[in-house]
């Protein structure tokens, strides 16, 4: 029994230092969700530029106003990502981070004022149509500044183990019951 607890402890304990070993490696990476808010946070702050330049304020807040809760979601994702990234100093990265793109789609609409702005206005008409996908959706499907900034990390799946092939039981030989009967070869 006390091998049986040892052996058991053993196990735990590896498999402990396996899974620390694995979020060491994928701490400098951005995951599925760490995008998704980083390209978010890219679009919402072109948007904003836009309302302040384009005179399109009315369209930025009506998109946050209807994307508020998942804006919120993705902010809170967005700054996430920075702490574990950069642990004590994540907080100012993620500022840092929200200036620079702000600062970005600024420079942006100066180089090319028309274009910013009709581009701007495109995106505030297909984030507001009617039967528009979810923020996400909308976000994942446009280009941003953002989207080769960092290393991505590995998307690992569980293998699926085969099913253990099902055991037919033997089948047994029953002798002949009657005339012209024979048992199956």
Do not use: W
């Amino acid at each position: 029994m006390r091998k049986l607890v040892k052996t058991g402890a053993a196990a735990l304990m590896l498999t402990s230092m396996a899974g620390n070993v694995f979020a060491a490696t994928q701490a400098g990476c951005a995951r599925p969700d760490d995008m998704s808010a980083m390209k978010t946070a890219a679009i919402q702050q072109r948007l904003m530029v836009a309302a302040l330049s384009c005179q399109a304020t009315p369209d930025y807040n009506h998109f946050v106003q209807s994307h508020q809760k998942e804006l919120q979601a993705s902010d809170h994702n967005l700054q996430s990502f920075f702490i574990r990234l950069h642990g004590k100093t994540g907080t100012e990265e993620y500022h840092a981070f929200k200036t620079r793109l702000a600062n970005s789609s600024s420079m942006d609409s100066i180089r090319d004022f028309a274009g910013y702005c009709a581009s701007a206005k495109q995106m505030f008409e297909e984030a507001q149509s009617p039967g528009s996908v979810t923020l996400a959706a909308f976000v994942s499907s446009k280009q941003t500044s953002v989207d080769n900034s960092y290393d991505r990390c590995p998307v690992l799946t569980a293998k699926a183990k085969p099913a253990p092939a099902a055991h037919k039981p033997a089948q047994k030989i029953v002798p002949a019951q009657g005339k012209g009967l024979t048992p199956p070869r």
